[in-house]
């Protein structure tokens, strides 16, 4: 098996395991708990996770909040609808965002649109397929203006979601800058975080990484050793890179919440062992050949075939080990994606 091959990260899934709606009560999903030790699984719900934590152990949560970044308008003239989704603020003030707009090829740059309370925005340059620039006007608040008019973005394979927008924001999320949710700590509520730290013995730490859409965004080469990952801004406060080194110098066991948590520490991890702290823009893609430096356990969902969450878990997992997973997620009716269920990587 080349694992440098896209292909290699296909799979078959059945449609109706794509989930539309999240689990209700959050914590209720399933999970699917893998050994890299023995390559074992087990089968439990999310709520039990702390079973498979111990004492000593630090759960590492990321806060970004999504932001309502879809902002529906028509163009001038002629009135024809678009949308914006905003990926990434450009400038201090927030005025420059890079951007999705659809319908791309039909809003060509210099094309003005207008919001629902009468707010022109222009579209800009294209950059990447299907990336451009939007501008605001000057003097524009555009948080607030988000708070008004904007939308919280979904992804495309969840097209008939009933859940409200409330569901698509983790329980903890406080810092703004996503445009998709940290889809593994959708499962995580406030009651089965505070019985992980009292009953069980787990500190929890924050860091933030704002996600945006590439995350999610099949990698398109052959070969994925030509592939450039999406750049994300993310944080990693001194209080945390405290605690991780603590933990690990304790015996402890430092667990990822998710792929973006995983993707923070290891965009700080230092080739001696030693962890940085601070903010940065990262541009880690991580795939089979990865060395994990502070990352010993992870909590994830089922991914997109060739995307590069998939190969990032099989990076940490093994190759075999996780596909085999997804072969047995699928066979036994797992619900995948962003509403779905999870594993725990341990």
């Known amino acids: 098996m080349d694992l440098f091959n896209i292909e290699s990260y296909d799979y078959d899934l059945p449609e109706e395991l794509i989930a539309q709606n999240p689990a209700d009560p959050r914590d209720s999903s399933r999970l699917m708990v893998l050994s890299r030790e023995s390559g074992g699984i087990c089968h439990t719900v999310f709520s039990s996770l702390g079973e498979h934590l111990r004492e000593g152990d630090l759960l590492l949560l990321n806060d970004t909040r999504v932001i309502p970044a879809r902002l529906p308008g028509k163009k001038i003239p002629g009135g024809g609808r678009t949308e914006a989704l905003l990926l990434k603020a450009l400038d201090p003030g927030l005025l420059k965002w890079k951007a ?158 998710g792929t973006t948590a995983a993707r923070t520490l290891e965009s700080f991890a230092c080739e001696d062992g030693n962890l940085d702290c601070g903010e940065k823009i990262t541009e880690l893609f991580v795939y089979p050949g990865y060395r994990f430096k502070v990352t010993d356990g992870l909590i994830t969902n089922f991914h997109l075939p060739r995307s590069s969450l998939l190969m990032l878990t099989a990076a940490f997992a093994g190759y075999g080990p996780v596909m085999g997973a997804y072969r047995e997620a699928v066979a036994l009716g797992y619900r995948f994606f962003s509403f779905g269920d999870a594993m725990f990587i341990t």
Request: hydrophobic share 35%; glycine share 10%; net charge positive.
């Open 100 to 257: 999705l707009v659809r319908p791309g090829r039909k809003t060509p740059p210099g094309t003005r649109i207008a919001l629902g309370d009468g707010t022109e925005i222009m579209a800009g340059e294209r950059l990447e397929e299907g990336v451009r620039i939007i501008y605001f006007p000057p003097g524009t608040d555009v948080m607030s203006l988000l708070g008004r008019l904007g939308e919280t973005p979904l992804p495309p394979y969840i097209t008939r979601s009933s859940a409200p927008p409330s569901s698509y924001q983790t329980v903890f999320a406080k810092n703004d800058g996503s445009a998709a949710a940290p889809t593994a700590s959708l499962h995580f509520t406030a009651p089965m975080l505070e019985r992980l730290r009292n009953e069980t013995g787990v500190r929890t730490a924050w860091l933030t990484l704002h996600v945006g859409l590439g995350t999610f965004r099949p990698v398109k080469c052959a070969d994925l050793r030509n592939h450039r990952i999406h750049e994300e801004f993310c944080v990693l406060p001194e209080e945390t890179r405290d605690l991780v080194l603590e933990t690990r110098s304790a015996g402890g066991r430092v667990i990822a919440a």
